[in-house]
């Protein structure tokens, strides 16, 4: 997250997650508010569907929900390029 790119320095920003917050550096921090906005909305989702209040329990599966969208954008991603290179 520090490392720099496209030559601009690193910046401090705040995000708040879940009533959490979090000093961070970033290279984008428009881009790092957009990205905690949205992990705070999929928490709080969570938190609705599981009906928790256990912030570790709520993190966790979110996490795990993220990664199942992650893997199923990638497997779809890589069933394209194949086609793309079987032309």
Same mark, same amino acid.
């Given at each position: 997250?520090?490392?720099?790119?496209?030559?601009?320095?690193?910046?401090?920003? &705040? &995000?708040?997650?879940?009533?959490?917050?979090?000093?961070?550096k970033t !290279?984008?921090?428009?881009?790092?508010?957009?990205?905690?906005?949205? &992990? !705070?909305?999929?928490?709080?989702?969570?938190?609705?569907?599981?009906?928790s209040f256990?912030?570790?329990?709520?993190?966790?599966?979110t996490t795990?929900?993220?990664?199942?969208?992650?893997?199923?954008?990638?497997?779809?991603?890589?069933?394209?390029? !194949?086609?793309? !290179?079987?032309?």
């Amino acid at each position: 997250m520090a490392e720099e790119k496209n030559n601009r320095p690193a910046e401090r920003v &705040v &995000v708040e997650i879940y009533g959490n917050s979090y000093p961070l550096k970033t !290279d984008d921090p428009q881009h790092m508010k957009m990205l905690a906005a949205a &992990v !705070d909305k999929k928490m709080k989702a969570m938190s609705r569907s599981v009906r928790s209040f256990d912030e570790r329990k709520i993190a966790v599966l979110t996490t795990l929900q993220i990664a199942e969208e992650y893997y199923k954008l990638k497997k779809d991603y890589d069933e394209l390029v !194949d086609l793309l !290179d079987e032309k």
